[in-house]
């Protein structure tokens, strides 16, 4: 069986937070949203159908954690949440993976879609710490 | 306890499919893709994280048979399905919705998201009635 890897797009936008149980979780390289991403952490997955019912019922409780999570970094980040967008897409990268973020009235995107709307607004490193910190408390890891 | 109706967005935008256990079922009225939207039949829900845990796995369990059927609709339309888009997002209509698409390698919006992208293409009605038929078959109503 192959080994999991996380496709190298994720590394190159994203941050390590840690893993859960299901997926892999990493924090989003853009300033502007407090934004996770999930990548259930098994080799050649595309569709959440290609999960097995109970990993299927992970990753819904996993992507409700990680809205709690969302919600700590944004607080972290001094940013406000009116509403948690949840996405699996993978049109770019294929190997699947959840978007889970927060969004509030007049942000950069709003009220449409943040895939694919613009470059992201790069952290300093201590922002950065201080949000991956905060994903990390949240999700207990 | 107040009664569930779908929000009135939903209504001009798409048409009724059924009901499964958890979510009433719609088309979108978008030629261009077969696309389904799935609403959890409770009132006041905005968030994946307001339905109850039972419901979570339901809704998940709904979504992938979505999934299938959405493969059935673009098959009763001609259309082929090289990846599918789940998104809970909210942003316009804050009444929690799943959509469920399949999309296609240089489709209107490829590879970008379809929420928010350009008008929809309308139905002629016996399209229409084709593929609500074939979204009714694959969910088995």
Redesign the interface.
Same mark, same amino acid.
């Given at each position: 069986m192959a080994e999991f890897t996380p496709d190298p797009a994720f590394i190159t936008t994203s941050a390590a937070v840690g893993d859960l149980a299901l997926c892999h979780i990493r924090l989003q390289l853009d300033a502007r949203y407090p934004w996770l991403v999930l990548i259930p952490r098994q080799a050649g997955l =595309?569709?959440?159908?290609d999960l097995s019912?109970a990993d =299927?019922?992970a990753?819904?409780?996993e992507? %409700?954690r990680a809205?709690?999570a969302v919600r700590a970094v944004a607080e972290a980040l001094g940013l406000s949440v009116d509403? &948690?967008? %949840? #996405?699996? &897409? #993978?049109? %770019?990268t +294929?190997q699947l993976h959840v978007h889970v973020l927060g969004?509030r009235a007049g942000d950069p995107a709003? +009220?449409? +879609?943040v895939? #694919?709307h613009s470059a992201g607004d790069s952290f300093n490193p201590a922002t950065l710490a201080t949000a991956v910190a905060a994903a990390r408390i949240a999700l207990g890891l």
């Amino acid at each position: 069986m192959a080994e999991f890897t996380p496709d190298p797009a994720f590394i190159t936008t994203s941050a390590a937070v840690g893993d859960l149980a299901l997926c892999h979780i990493r924090l989003q390289l853009d300033a502007r949203y407090p934004w996770l991403v999930l990548i259930p952490r098994q080799a050649g997955l =595309r569709e959440i159908e290609d999960l097995s019912a109970a990993d =299927r019922i992970a990753l819904i409780e996993e992507t %409700v954690r990680a809205g709690s999570a969302v919600r700590a970094v944004a607080e972290a980040l001094g940013l406000s949440v009116d509403k &948690l967008n %949840v #996405g699996a &897409l #993978g049109n %770019v990268t +294929p190997q699947l993976h959840v978007h889970v973020l927060g969004r509030r009235a007049g942000d950069p995107a709003w +009220p449409g +879609p943040v895939w #694919g709307h613009s470059a992201g607004d790069s952290f300093n490193p201590a922002t950065l710490a201080t949000a991956v910190a905060a994903a990390r408390i949240a999700l207990g890891l």
